[in-house]
């Protein structure tokens, strides 16, 4: 039958720890807000695991065995060892980070981060790299099994226990090239059907809720290519007479370094005279990461590039 004594437990190091810096049954208890009795009762238990006396009365006081002595270092380093395990994450120093953080993101979400992403790394966490990968893994369990780190865009396919934080909420507005016909006038919804149009899907797919919307007023656009990105949705309207959908800022918003691609094309953004649904633009994780320092650093980094127009947080 197992000696219930061989069983040792956290508190029994504790107690070891104050005996032997106390030398005192009574001052080891109120050490640990305990009885003397209990206490007597925990040295007696002690004495019979390590096989030695431990304290030893001499006249008025206690005194430690060689045993002890030798014990004594040690025991205090296990209790503060001990204390470090227990004690809840401080934190890390970015700038002492060693890490390389995977991140799902479409192209063009994508683009407006890894600038700020970079800029804020060489700032705080130069020790730090990412992983950009496209959409390709989406619907998929990459967060669960941990094949990244993040995922940054319109979230819609996640697992239950997916942590999920809304970004941004954007609208949709038309990209043209400069003196494309509709910068003359209004964009009536007419003459945006009129229009040729370059779709975004990554399945493929000619529809979307633009041509919901112009269905209601039994309007039909002409769709001639279908893309997988935004960025060479946006390309081909800058140098074509194509128009491309472009998410912008809710009206009276700060700009969004997602429309910054679009300005730099020299793409017009015109406002769709349409009820289309707004997009939200979020991130999640899995709440493996949600107390890890590192990962607190990283989707800090994501809030405040996505939420700026530089991505410097300000």
Do not use: K, Y
Not at 224 to 241: C, F, K
């Amino acid at each position: 039958m197992n000696n219930p004594d061989a069983v040792i437990d956290a508190n029994l190091a504790v107690a070891l720890d104050a005996l032997l810096t106390e030398q005192s049954v009574t001052r080891a208890a109120a050490r640990l807000h305990t009885s003397p009795a209990a206490m007597s009762r925990t040295l007696a238990r002690l004495r019979r695991i390590l096989q030695d006396p431990l304290l030893v009365r001499a006249g008025q006081v206690m005194v430690p065995t060689p045993r002890a002595h030798a014990l004594r270092n040690e025991a205090a380093t296990v209790v503060r060892r001990l204390g470090a395990l227990l004690t809840p994450d401080a934190g890390v120093d970015p700038a002492a980070l060693s890490s390389t953080f995977t991140l799902q993101a479409a192209d063009l979400v994508g683009a407006a981060l890894a600038p700020g992403l970079l800029r804020l790394a060489r700032l705080e966490a130069p020790g730090v790299s990412f992983r950009f990968r496209t959409e390709d893994l989406e619907g998929g369990p990459v967060l669960r099994d941990g094949r990244i780190d993040l995922e940054i865009g319109s979230i819609d396919h996640i697992d239950p226990e997916t942590r999920v934080e809304v970004l941004l909420t954007l609208r949709m507005v038309a990209g043209v090239r400069p003196g494309h016909p509709l910068t003359e006038g209004t964009p009536t919804p007419a003459r945006l059907a009129a229009a040729e149009h370059v779709v975004v899907s990554r399945r493929g797919r000619f529809t979307g809720p633009l041509d919901t919307a112009l269905a209601e007023l039994d309007l039909h656009r002409r769709v001639a290519v279908v893309l997988p990105g935004h960025l060479a949705a946006m390309t081909l309207a800058a140098r074509s007479d194509f128009v491309c959908l472009v998410p912008a800022t809710l009206p009276g918003a700060a700009p969004s370094p997602l429309t910054e691609t679009a300005t730099a094309l020299g793409l017009h953004l015109l406002d769709i005279p349409l009820p289309l649904p707004p997009v939200a633009i979020g991130m999640a994780w899995h709440p493996r990461h949600a107390a890890d320092g590192a990962h607190h650093w990283l989707r800090n980094a994501v809030r405040r590039t996505l939420r700026t127009a530089d991505g410097t947080g300000a």
